[in-house]
Every structure is written in C-alpha cells, then in structure tokens.
C-alpha cells in the first residue's frame, strides 16, 4: 500500500502515526470490511488450484463489518496517536454498506478469512511505521 492512496486504512494509519487530524466523513456510523492481504492472496491460489468446473466470479473478503468510526479509534489506540477525530461531509456517493458475500468461497474453495482486524492493523501499521 502507498501512503497516499486514499484508502481509508492507509490514510488513517498515517494521520494517526504522523499525529495529524483523522479524517472522518459523515458521522462514521458507515460500515466497511476489511481484508487482510495474506487472506486474499490464500484465496487466489485456492482459486487457482480450485475444481476445474469452477470459474467464477467469486467474492473474496471479509464479511466482518466495523465502522469507519471504530477502525479510527482502533488505529489510535494501536498506534498510540495524539491525533484528534475530526467530521467532514460524506460524499453523496459514499455507501453506507460494504459487506462482501462470500458464502461461494465457502462452499467451493473451503475459504474464509482468518486474520482478525486488529492483527492485521498491528502488521499493516508497522509497515507504515518503518515506511515513514
């Protein structure tokens, strides 16, 4: 990941590494899933060694939800920052929801996400740590 590609996980992590403002949109209540590389990649190649009379598509992720407003606070509370919360206007086109149905990645390739949230904020938070 690079530190300013916009993805809410990226720039959290280095808002509160570098203790600037944490950029929350809308009141946060909006729900995300986040997936921890090494689950997707273990899902390729499931995929890749998978049953020949299955193609696809089929959803990888992580069907645990959390708040915007709570993987803000998760990433203080790891990183230790002084950084303070801060609301701006959601975008009119911001979903409320993301939350993949994985329920094919079950059933066909015996796939499902093992690394918890915080356990992959912990290692993603300490590649940024040495990045910056």
Not at 3 to 32: E, K
Not at 36 to 48: C, S
Not at 78 to 100: A, E, N, V, W, Y
Request: with cysteine.
């Amino acid at each position: 990941m690079h530190p300013n590609d916009g993805r809410v996980v990226s720039n959290f992590i280095v808002q509160a590494l570098t203790n600037q403002d944490i950029t929350v949109f809308g009141d946060g209540i909006q729900t995300r899933s986040f997936c921890y590389v090494d689950d997707l990649i273990e899902g390729f190649v499931r995929m890749m060694n998978g049953p020949d009379d299955f193609i696809g598509p089929v959803n990888m992720g992580n069907p645990d939800e959390f708040t915007i407003l709570e993987l803000a606070q998760k990433i203080m509370e790891i990183t230790g920052s002084k950084s303070k919360i801060i609301f701006k206007p959601l975008p009119q086109d911001d979903p409320m929801q993301r939350r993949p149905d994985i329920s094919l990645a079950k059933e066909k390739l015996k796939w499902q996400p093992a690394v918890k949230l915080d356990q992959g904020l912990k290692k993603t938070i300490e590649y940024f740590d040495k990045l910056l």
